[in-house]
């Protein structure tokens, strides 16, 4: 069942069958904890006895290690087994609405769907119904699509945002008596999760019916004070997982005989779960930036001349604590000022004059340039004032703290400045990110 103006596939999910232990079935997205290895180690540990989505994904943190093939390989066979043996049960034609409790939030609710990849673009410039919320780096996508080219199902970290402060697509299906499909604590202080099927062709078509409301281009007009074509999904996680897909979707698309018979494959459409940005339970975080293998002094001194050529100049105050820090950056006027610990030092900087409108941009514009320029050096994109603490606070390391932006800001800002620089903010913490669970058949049968 597709519903084409709104971009809606109704999947057929694929969940683990009856008795399987579904805290081992489910671990965090790939994404999470690339540079805690330890974390994944423990993973490995807790799920070895049983089925689990951590032998169906590739953590990033071994995307370096030399046996990337090797495991590519594995995860495919291991789809291929869980398909033969009836590890995962195809369900009928429905979405699966999901309820998430976090170590921050009591609830946030989510709706598992399949979007259509031909009404999605991440070039910049793009005006497509499904859009991207910040920069696609292209040079992730080729280990991603490694990963998916030759998978016979995916299982997505993706969340896909939507506008709806008047709560009419997903929430009022709590109110349904819906069949539970699962309930169980989640692994490593991910919390609690509880899915509920929605397969009645009367809840269907209302989530279908409320869909188009906010795409109606005439209230989509007046709601942003724009002219120009709707955009009803922004990219919340998973921006390049979603890429990934489009890009093998194309490729398809440019390989085959009869593109009308292709039209129908199901690699069009990316499992997906759906979101409203005004649920109380999602918060937007920032995402902090850690450098490895750099010289502190130089780094400073390579900022000072970044910003003086642009006429932005860079202010730099050593500061005891974190603390004081934050309160020195809170006081810098219309400055882009941000904490950092250099070394376990720390200090506030403040850009004078920004050229850019967000704080992340003005810093991301001098780590590309210096990334470029000292080939050595690497950076990891970091949740949570700790991690960058205790990260920044090794030799030869240095953390940047960075703000977070106002989720009620994000889609206008989308609509009228296009897509935000990368990393410039995360849907809660490190632990509140989705779960692999749910996955769909993506070959042709």
């Known amino acids: 069942m597709n519903f084409e103006k709104i971009a809606v596939q109704v999947p057929k999910i694929l969940l683990p069958k009856k008795g399987t232990d579904m805290q081992s079935w489910a671990v965090i997205a790939c994404d999470q904890y690339t540079s805690d290895l330890s974390y994944w180690q423990r993973l490995e540990q807790q799920v070895e006895r049983g089925i689990s989505t951590l032998n169906l994904v590739f953590p990033e943190v071994y995307l370096e290690d030399s046996d990337a093939e ?188 009869d593109l009308a018979t292709v039209m129908n494959h199901p690699a069009r459409y990316a499992l997906v779960e759906l979101v409203n940005v005004h649920d109380s339970g999602l918060e937007f975080e920032a995402i902090h930036r850690v450098l490895f293998n750099v010289n502190c002094v130089h780094l400073r001194q390579q900022m000072e001349a970044f910003f003086a050529a642009r006429k932005t100049p860079l202010t730099f105050t050593p500061c005891e604590t974190l603390a004081e820090a934050e309160s020195v950056a809170e006081k810098q006027g219309d400055a882009h000022a941000f904490p950092v610990v250099f070394g376990g030092k720390f200090g506030a900087c403040a850009v004078g004059s920004p050229e850019y409108t967000l704080t992340v941009a003005t810093l991301q514009a001098f780590l590309d340039h210096y990334l470029k320029e000292n080939t050595t050096a690497r950076i990891d994109y970091i949740h949570g004032d700790k991690a960058v603490t205790d990260l920044g606070g090794e030799t030869g390391c240095v953390g940047f703290y960075l703000p977070a932006i106002s989720k009620h800001d994000l889609f206008k800002t989308i609509v009228l400045d296009g897509a935000l620089p990368r990393k410039t903010f995360s849907l809660g913490e490190a632990d509140e990110k989705r779960f692999y669970l749910e996955c769909r058949g993506i070959q042709e049968s």
């Open 70 to 257: 090797k495991r590519i390989a594995a995860i495919n066979q291991a789809m291929e087994n869980y398909l033969a043996d009836g590890s995962l049960e195809e369900q009928p034609p429905g979405f699966i609405l999901v309820d998430r409790k976090t170590t921050e939030v009591e609830s946030r609710k989510g709706l598992i769907l399949a979007l259509d990849l031909e009404q999605y673009e991440y070039t910049k410039g793009a005006q497509s119904l499904i859009r991207s919320t910040e920069g696609t780096i292209l040079d992730r996508l080729p280990p991603r699509i490694k990963v998916r080219e030759n998978a016979p199902i995916e299982l997505p970290h993706i969340m896909v945002l939507i506008d709806d402060p008047e709560q009419t697509v997903i929430e009022p299906l709590f109110n349904q008596n819906l069949e539970s499909v699962y309930d169980f604590d989640l692994l490593e202080n991910g919390g609690h999760l509880k899915g509920y099927r929605v397969d009645q062709p009367e809840l269907i078509s209302q989530v279908v019916t409320a869909l188009e409301k906010l795409a109606d281009p005439a209230d989509y007009h007046a709601k942003y004070n724009v002219d120009g074509d709707v955009m009803l999904y922004a990219m919340g996680d998973g921006n390049h997982s979603f890429a990934t897909a489009k890009a093998i979707w194309e490729k398809l698309k440019g390989e085959a005989d």
